[in-house]
Structures are given as C-alpha cells and as structure tokens.
C-alpha cells in the first residue's frame, strides 16, 4: 500500500515532502516533494512542481517535473509543464505540453 | 468520493487539508485539516493546527482545536494543546490534553444545567421574602392585627414549600411579585445577614410589635423545616 494516499474527495493547498509513495486521486495545490514514486490517478488535478524518483500521470497536472527515474504520462492523463527525466513516456491519448530534458 | 485518505509516516504537508471523506495521519501536517469524515491521528501522527471532522481518533500529537460533529477520542498516548468540541469527548488514561473541552450538543446536559441554575437563585430570594413582607406587614399591622398571625403562618408554608420542591417554572414566577416590593427594602439588603435575622422575628411580632423577643426566631425557624419535611413527603 501507498505511503501516502490524497483521496478523490481531498484537496490539500499547500506543500507535501516526504520519503515514501505518494498517490494522488484528489486535488493538490501546492509542490510535491518526494524521494520515491508518486502517482497521479484518473481523478486527480495537481497543480504543482512535483519532484520524485517516478512520476505516473493519469489525471490532470501542471506544473514542472523532475524524476530522478521516469515520467510517464498514461493515456487519458494531461500534462502542462517542463519534464526533467531520463525516461519519458507519453501514452497514445495523453496530451502533453511543455519541454522535455531527457540529460542526454 | 468518500475514497480513504493517508499521510503516511514519511510524509509532511505544509498546507491546508480539506475535503470530503475520510482522513488517516501517520505523519505530519504542519496546517489545517477539516474533511467530512472520520479522522484517524496515529501514534507516530503530528498535526499542527485545527482539526475539523466527524469523528476524532487521535493517539498522536496536536497541537491545535479538535472539532469533531460526533466525537472526538483520544487515545493512550494522545497529547493535545488545543481547545476539544465534540458531543461526545473521550479521554482514555494515558492521553494528555490542555485547553478547554466542551461537549456540544447535549440537550439532557444543557437543559439539567439550566435548572439548577435557576434553583440556586431560588435559594437567596427567600431571604429577602422576608423583608418584603416587613412593609406590607406594617399596615396590615395597624388595620387588623388579629387577623395577621393566622395569614403569617399561612404564608411560610408556601415560601419554603416553593423552594424545597425546587420545581424550576413554580418559584419564578411566586418570586417575581416579591422581588419589586424587595427593591424598596433593597439598600437594608447591604447588611444582609444580621437585619434579616431581626426582622424575621418581625413576622411572629406582627400580632405584637411592641417587643421583639429573640427567641421567636428559632421557632419560626423550625416551623419552616417542619413545613418543608411535610411539603417533600
């Protein structure tokens, strides 16, 4: 199970940090820190950098992200924002908008 | 919808936390929280804020008010600085609090509080009975003194009778008519204690003003506690 779980009903305004999972299926207004996975469900809508070791994309988000790992954007997921990643991945049906540094 | 929520214990959120459903905190929260749910603080949990939701079960740490719309229970362990409002409150041994609590929402408590409130401002009106029936006693006095003695052992039956019964609605109003006939008589009041002791005996006196013989007082007085014993049988 999920460190931590921001269920659909929640909306948290503000900053979450930690060193664990994180998924999302509510509302975040703010910046996501993490050292581990962090995961935005179907339902969600984020709006903030989020920085991790993975990022899965299947709501809404914008906002910068920086994934020590990957990003992948999951189809019917939506992202507006700069992506720093070594691997990315946009689903057939995601949309996407912003610039991508992949370190090469 | 009402999906659960977690923080876990490796988490910490600066901010507001709000919404509908359930909430469950193993971490920290340095910032609001009010959902509609339950709201379960863990051991190793800190919050720092207010707390709104329906239930509160808290076993970690707050520092902020707890609101709960059902209940708010802390648990062994809990440490609390902040005001608890909830209609029902637990505080399990091993829970430290500081701040207020309240149980809100109670209509048994609030309305057995209400009463006993009244009856105690029951208790000193009595006294002052007495001292209003001084001015009326006066003229009776001078048209029918004979007359008299018989209304004035009628008439501390009634009185205490009120006020030991302690019924809320009954005193009131019996109690009302004295008190403005007392407001005259009122700046006597200042020595309350020691006048009223004289001037009770004024009421056996009535028939016979001329001497005011202490020793009456404590008939009067054991009259009343008679009368009362009867009354409450």
């Known amino acids: 199970m999920a460190g931590t779980v921001i269920g659909e009903g929640l909306t948290i305004e503000g900053d979450i940090s930690g060193d664990e999972e994180i998924v999302i299926h509510g509302n975040l207004r703010g910046r996501l820190t993490t050292t581990d996975a962090v995961t935005v469900g179907g339902t969600a809508v984020v709006g903030a950098d989020i920085t991790g070791a993975s990022l899965s994309v299947a709501g809404q988000v914008t906002g910068d992200v920086t994934a020590s790992e990957r990003v992948d954007i999951q189809a019917g997921g939506k992202l507006v924002g700069d992506i720093k990643a070594a691997r990315f991945t946009i689903a057939d049906g995601a949309s996407f908008k912003g610039n991508v540094d992949m370190e090469v | 919808m009402t999906e659960a929520s977690v923080i876990g214990a490796g988490t910490v959120i600066s901010g507001h936390v709000r919404g509908q459903g359930s909430l469950e905190i193993l971490g920290r929260v ?47 362990g809990a440490r609390v600085v902040g ?22 929402g109670e209509p048994a408590l609030a309305a057995a509080r209400v009463p006993t409130a009244v009856v105690r401002p029951v208790g000193p009106p009595p006294r002052v009975a007495p001292l209003a029936a001084l001015s009326p006693v006066v003229p ?51 020595a309350p204690a020691p006048p009223q002791a004289e001037f009770t005996p004024v009421r056996p006196l009535k028939p016979e003003p001329r001497r005011p013989p202490p020793p009456v007082v404590p008939v009067l007085s054991k009259g009343i506690k008679a009368k009362k014993k009867k009354s409450q049988d």
């Open chain 2, 30 to 76: 340095e910032g609001d929280v009010s959902v509609t749910g339950n709201v379960v603080i863990g051991a190793e949990g800190r919050v720092r804020g207010t707390v709104n939701g329906a239930e509160l079960r808290i076993a970690g740490q707050v520092q902020g008010d707890l609101r709960g719309s059902i209940a708010v229970l802390l648990e062994a």
């Open chain 2, 140 to 190: 009776k006095l001078e048209a029918k003194p004979l007359v008299l003695p018989t209304k004035v052992e009628a008439k501390p039956p009634p009185a205490p009778a009120k006020f030991e019964v302690k019924a809320p609605l009954p005193p009131p109003p019996k109690l009302a008519p004295p008190k403005p006939e007392v407001r005259k008589p009122e700046p006597p009041r200042v």
């Open chain 2, 83 to 104: 005001d608890i409002s909830a209609p029902r409150v637990g505080i399990a041994p091993g829970a430290l609090a500081r701040g207020h609590v309240q149980t809100d």
